[in-house]
């Protein structure tokens, strides 16, 4: 096993904005990015509201994409490029002076957006707009790259279930560089319908912006967002080589599979404590170490209610003096864009000291008494944070991002 795996770049689209810096700023200002839906009519939908990104995007993207290859992309294929060139740019990685066959790409892909709001697909474009390995496929012949490139998934948690595949592969020397993430929406109107048959999505649809309240004592469902992360993970070795800036350190991770429900996690939190054990076992962190916890914090009941439950499981008395709060809260729920996102919100909360706030808490649940940090941002000391992120099918996932 190597040396240490570290964070040299990140890029985001989100609700909140088309790049790193604007969609980070939004946060630490505690803005929401849900507003009512405009990719279809959704008059007749029970929830007519998501965090769509920014209509620009439409022109946006084509200064990075060329006009053939976009045709044979997905409106969410080309959020992940967006995504992915913006963080091999904010790394200053060179591919040029790489060896290009330890450099790889994973990708958590729920699904690649090809619904009814895809719009000019031709029927030669189908395929390639379908196949769920298209994400890792582009971005891996974009920079010519000959080490692995595939796809993860794992419901919500796909995207931190890439991170850990990355950490592993630099951990056991199969690469120096590993450009992970994912991008997914599902902003349209049949799996708006499906979730709503679940009760799964929030019907508070006025005001837009109050919907997504993690932890909240009226929460009534996750608000979908949509949007990219990725985030590129190189070994120390390499990333001192280069001179790089290096935003945090990858520590360890706990993955785990609930075996109990497709759609409830275990009951009063005990498969999400497990995974969070796992995590601070396999990085070697105490909890007496850990100062934030980014949390999957949906604004589901069942979720609100287990996270907490596991996070007083885990540490004890000490979980009150724990920071906890939801990025969800702003940006909606990413799926399988969410791990990567929030652990790029994670490892920015390690490098500025700045813990972002879980908005709309006006109605704390009485159960739930965790430090949710409510409503703004927060100047604190940040040396290890973790980043909870929980799938249907009971996929669970743990990161560990320690200051470097």
């Excluded at 796809?151 to 991170?163: E, G, K, R, V």
């Excluded at 007083?312 to 003096?321: I, P």
Aim: aromatic share 8%.
């Amino acid at each position: 096993m190597s040396g240490k795996v570290v964070v040299t770049g990140m890029g985001i689209v989100s609700s909140l904005g088309l790049d790193l810096e604007t969609t980070w700023r939004g946060l630490v200002a505690g803005r929401s990015g849900v507003n009512y839906i405009t990719l279809f009519d959704a008059s007749e939908n029970q929830t007519r509201i998501a965090g769509e990104i920014p209509a620009e995007f439409s022109e946006h993207y084509k200064l990075y994409i060329k006009k053939r290859a976009a045709g044979q992309m997905t409106r969410v294929t080309k959020m992940c490029i967006v995504a992915a060139k913006d963080a091999v740019r904010h790394a200053g990685i060179d591919f040029g002076q790489m060896d290009k066959t330890r450099c790889s790409v994973i990708m958590g892909v729920v699904n690649t957006g090809n619904s009814s709001v895809e719009i000019d697909t031709t029927p030669q474009n189908t395929v390639f707009k379908s196949m769920s390995n298209a994400m890792s496929a582009w971005v891996s012949l974009d920079y010519q790259l000959m080490g692995p490139n595939y796809a993860i998934n794992t419901a919500c948690a796909s995207s931190a279930y890439a991170l850990a595949g990355g950490y592993d592969m630099i951990r056991n020397d199969q690469a120096d560089v590993v450009i992970v993430g994912g991008a997914d929406s599902i902003i349209n109107k049949e799996e708006i319908e499906g979730f709503n048959a679940l009760y799964a999505l929030s019907v508070q649809n006025d005001p837009p912006e109050k919907a997504s309240k993690p932890f909240a004592a009226d929460r009534d469902g996750f608000v979908i967002g949509e949007g990219a992360g990725v985030i590129i993970l190189e070994s120390e070795e390499s990333a001192l080589r280069r001179g790089a800036t290096i935003y945090s350190e990858l520590a360890g991770y706990g993955l785990s599979s609930e075996g109990y429900n497709i759609m409830a996690p275990m009951k009063d939190g005990e498969g999400m404590a497990f995974t969070i054990n796992k995590a601070l076992k396999s990085s070697g962190v105490a909890m007496e170490e850990v100062d934030y916890i980014n949390a999957h914090g949906t604004s589901t009941e069942l979720n609100d209610r287990y996270e907490t439950l596991a996070i007083k499981r885990v540490f004890g008395d000490r979980a009150s003096q724990i920071a906890v709060s939801s990025t969800k809260s702003m940006l909606g729920h990413t799926i399988g864009a969410a791990g990567t996102i929030e652990g790029i919100v994670t490892s920015l909360s390690v490098y500025h000291d700045i813990i972002t706030p879980t908005i709309n808490l006006f109605h704390p649940d009485p159960d739930l008494d965790l430090d949710f940090v409510p409503h703004v941002s927060r100047n604190q000391k940040v040396n290890i944070a973790l980043s909870n992120s929980f799938g249907f099918g009971g996929h669970n996932a743990t990161l560990v991002f320690r200051k470097y």
